[in-house]
């Protein structure tokens, strides 16, 4: 039998949170929308969310960590944004985390690094920043974290010729390299069009009070700056208190 693929649409309901012995949420490949329900943190057998390419948005629900027997999420390919929250670290046998193709922003190091059985890592085409993600995982197969706004960073890898791994596209600073390899990164003058992201840059991205809103066609970014924060007048890379 060949693969099926449906056109699902609407949301994820929150009564999915009533299935207690759910293990697997398979939905990739149709048209749903709206954002996770925090409901599904209730399900305590479930082990794998599989929701690429659908229409979902909104940020991931910290409630997610509570899910302590899920080896696999997958939300690639939809237009999620926000912070990964640090709940995540809690996800202790998590194997596959894909978040490629959204629009996450902020630093994921610090989430990643205590990961340690991740097996595969996929994080491009986002605006993450800061250190490149690091990983106690010893078992890593792919790591691919090109096309953001990284900065700065050294990851080794246990085994090196064992990862298929690609860092392409991001801001690094030339001290930055992964297995003591460097990568292709974006031009000096695209990376500072960013909103002001500069090459081995240590600082947060809009006054860390934002987002960085890009298009790489045009090589062009903007602010977006949470609630309550507005553009500074006097730099419009940085958002502060006042809206």
Not at 135 to 149: I, K, M
Not at 175 to 183: D, I, L, Q, T
Not at 221 to 231: A, H, I, Q, T
Request: charge should be negative; aromatic fraction near 8%.
């Amino acid at each position: 039998m060949g693969e099926i693929f449906n056109q699902l649409s609407g949301t994820i309901p929150d009564s999915l949170g009533h299935l207690r012995g759910l293990t697997h949420l398979i939905l990739m490949d149709n048209l749903l929308s709206g954002s996770i329900p925090t409901a599904l943190a209730s399900l305590p057998k479930l082990r794998a969310i599989m929701a690429s390419s659908n229409q979902l948005s909104g940020s991931i629900p910290a409630a997610l960590g509570d899910l302590l027997q899920l080896d696999y999420l997958d939300l690639s390919g939809n237009q999620f944004y926000g912070t990964v929250p640090s709940t995540l670290s809690d996800l202790s046998k998590l194997q596959y985390l894909f978040l490629t193709n959204n629009q996450f922003w902020g630093t994921i190091e610090p989430i990643t690094r205590t990961m340690r059985n991740l097996r595969m890592l996929f994080l491009s085409w986002n605006q993450f920043s800061g250190h490149l993600p690091s990983s106690a995982s010893s078992t890593l197969e792919q790591y691919q974290v090109d096309t953001n706004f990284f900065t700065h960073g050294e990851v080794k890898f246990k085994n090196c010729s064992a990862v298929m791994w690609t860092t392409d596209a991001n801001c690094l600073a030339a001290s930055a390299s992964v297995c003591g390899r460097a990568s292709t990164q974006r031009t000096a003058a695209v990376c500072a069009a960013f909103c002001g992201v500069e090459i081995g840059a240590t600082g947060p991205v809009c006054g860390g009070h934002g987002y960085c809103s890009v298009n790489a066609f045009i090589g062009e970014g903007e602010c977006v700056c949470d609630p309550n924060y507005m553009l500074d007048s006097s730099n419009t890379n940085a958002c502060v208190a006042g809206a």
